[in-house]
């Protein structure tokens, strides 16, 4: 997703006053050329029939158009490995004539001299890339294959040559964890922002991953308690999961399948735009979000103001955003009474 602070402060706030899409992400395949054993979202080719149906170039040409009629300005293109669908230079091309500002988020593993050519002729504003390991070896341990590390370091030069600014972000697992002290360094180096996450989720969406077997030890949310003393010193009462979500009201994800939903992690709400147009689908995401509620065990928790969860943290523990697992909830009693006893 865009960073927020992309948006001027006037802007976001008139954006969610009124419902205006602003934010959008447009998750073109679940196509991959890593194999990371920690991803939500990626399917192999041969698995993707059986879970839905990408989109065309047309039917991704039509969403952006029927988005920047209603008010999207700033636009995130993902995946997968975006560049995977078969058709991304003619998507990326004509969604960039429009006028979006876009950031391009990529592995930057294997880039063809193609999409090195559509980028010089349309830069996107960011591209925001993976970086799994300092090694080649690393990235074999984390997404199974063996170059890697190379061809990531070679990309990122090709694309600091075309003058296009870049972000990283490094998913933290048991396998890549030891890297992390030379993978600053070289970021640090390089000028480029940075920044690290252990919070691996399970997926709803078909996707075959392991998090619990990569998760650190002692660590599965090891950021929920700096979320908890943030929230409680901050004294931020959120009523409704959704006021959670940083683009809450503003912002959207449509899916490689071409359902719309407001987080990645989520395999709800069932929502088409295609089937009944852009506007209605935000019409009805936008009701969605404001109707769903937290589950009966979590507003009448005695940590219901302090807990850390979100709505994609309670489906990916139990299945559903309206469930909650007990074995979260007792971690989340456990840390809560360690770090912030009985404020």
Not at 204 to 229: I, K, T
Request: hydrophobic share 35%.
């Amino acid at each position: 997703m865009i960073p927020i602070a992309a948006a001027p402060y006037e802007m976001l706030i008139r954006a969610k006053e009124n419902a205006i899409p602003l934010f959008a992400t447009f998750e073109l395949t679940p196509r991959c050329n890593l194999n990371c054993r920690m991803c939500y979202v990626h399917l192999k080719d041969s698995e993707i029939s059986e879970h839905g149906s990408e989109l065309s170039a047309e039917e991704w040409i039509s969403l952006g158009r029927q988005a920047m009629s209603a008010g999207t300005l700033f636009l995130c293109i993902t995946g997968g490995e975006p560049t995977r669908h078969p058709e991304f230079c003619r998507i990326y091309s004509e969604l960039s004539r429009m006028g979006f500002i876009i950031t391009l988020q990529s592995n930057l593993y294997r880039f063809s001299d193609e999409c090195f050519e559509l980028l010089k002729k349309y830069p996107p504003k960011l591209i925001k890339f993976t970086i799994y390991g300092a090694s080649d070896g690393t990235y074999q341990k984390v997404c199974g294959v063996g170059d890697g590390f190379s061809r990531v370091a070679e990309n990122i030069e090709r694309i600091r040559a075309l003058g296009i600014p870049l972000t990283a972000v490094t998913t933290v697992t048991n396998d890549n964890y030891n890297d992390l002290p030379a993978i600053s360094e070289l970021m640090s180096k390089l000028k480029i922002p940075w920044t690290a996450s252990a919070s691996l989720k399970k997926s709803l969406r078909g996707a075959d991953n392991n998090v619990v077997e990569l998760r650190l030890p002692d660590s599965a949310y090891p950021h929920l308690c700096e979320d908890a003393v943030s929230a409680v010193n901050k004294q931020i009462k959120v009523t409704k999961p959704c006021e959670k979500c940083r683009t809450y009201r503003t912002g959207y994800w449509i899916k490689w399948d071409g359902k719309m939903s407001f987080c990645a992690f989520l395999n709800e709400p069932d929502i088409s735009p295609l089937s009944s147009g852009f506007s209605d689908a935000w019409k009805n995401l936008v009701d969605y979000e404001e109707n769903l509620q937290w589950p009966v065990e979590c507003q009448k928790c005695k940590w219901s103001q302090k807990c850390p969860k979100c709505a994609a943290t309670l489906a990916t523990e139990s299945g559903s955003v309206n469930k909650v697992n007990k074995d979260f909830c007792r971690y989340i009693d456990r840390i809560l009474n360690q770090t912030i006893g009985g404020i």
